[in-house]
């Protein structure tokens, strides 16, 4: 069976933690290097760390096709924030 309660309990997890932590910092970074700014050390660690974990958990977006656009939204976002930093690191 695809969905198991593991699955479940985990997708929820990660759900929780995109909502209340990493999509709002993903967006307040993101308003920033579209204003110009650098990225910081530690939007630099945030993004690595997205990305590791993102890494991480192929599997379960891979068995769970319902969360292949949030996932592609969420890939869309990460790299316009990082192209914009590129842009703005190349202008610096």
Do not use: C
């Amino acid at each position: 069976m695809v969905d198991s309660s593991n699955d479940a309990g985990t997708i929820q997890t990660l759900l929780e933690r995109l909502n209340t932590w990493r999509l709002p910092r993903a967006l307040a970074i993101k308003s920033r290097v579209d204003t110009g700014e650098r990225l910081a050390d530690q939007d630099l660690q945030f993004l690595k760390t997205v990305l590791e974990d993102a890494r991480g958990n192929e599997q379960l977006g891979a068995k769970h096709p319902e969360l292949h656009a949030l996932i592609s939204r969420l890939v869309g976002l990460y790299d316009e924030i990082t192209k914009k930093a590129l842009e703005n690191e190349q202008k610096a």
